[in-house]
């Protein structure tokens, strides 16, 4: 899969050899896919600014890492003129560093070789949209660490078992992962117009129960005032 992301601030992955000024990038490797664009943000905490995620399908995962990747962001999101994308933009030029890459799923058939174990993104990545990254690479440690203990004298069994264990775990995620993915950057036209009808409902469902809570909190307030009086 072949999507590309600029972070404003936030990411230290390895410094490729390429990177120049405040952008970092690596070719993209995998398979190609077509059309697509999404702009989330988070809103940062005391210690760490808000970041914008930016992220958009293509056909051509390599020539996506050829010229100015602010402008390819410019491109692609030019059909976005919302007042949210243009600030973004505007930081994106000042922003300290952005990391500008494609997004993958790593699937090895083995997960180690001799007394050499691989986990977390290395050996299984799910994917930044799968939100299982760091769960997996966490619970993938700790099994380790469990069949380890199960078995102290034989590494070989216990890297067996740590794999077997956590195999259907990975492979549900990632399997999710391709699905939840459809959310960011949907496949096709039909696929978008889903999406968009499930957020609308979403949106809708959540309105409704805001509604709700604020409603039975001001008849609470009612009643408290109510009582207050009467006492
Ligand atoms: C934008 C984005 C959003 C994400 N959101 C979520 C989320 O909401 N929820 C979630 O669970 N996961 C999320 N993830 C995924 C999560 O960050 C990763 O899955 C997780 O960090 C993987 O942990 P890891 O230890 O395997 O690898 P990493 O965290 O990548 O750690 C590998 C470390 O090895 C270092 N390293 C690499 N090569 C060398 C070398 N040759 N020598 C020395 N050091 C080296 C790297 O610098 C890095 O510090 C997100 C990822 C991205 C990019």
Partial sequence: MAISR???EGLSPPQ??????????SPGLGEPVEYGGELTSNRGSPDRPPTVLLSYRTEDTRGQFTGSAIQRLR???SGMDDAAVRHAFAALEEAPEFLFDSVHQVKMPRWSSGGVAMLGDAAWCPNLYSGMGATSTLRGGAELGRALLESPDDLDAALAVWESRLRPFIRKHQRAARLKQQMFVPSSRPVEALRSVVLRLACTARERRLAKARATASARTRDRCAAGRRA
């Fill in 6 to 8: 600029a972070r404003l």
């Fill in 16 to 25: 490729p050899a390429e990177a120049s000024g405040n952008e970092r990038r």
């Fill in 75 to 77: 491109t692609v999101f």
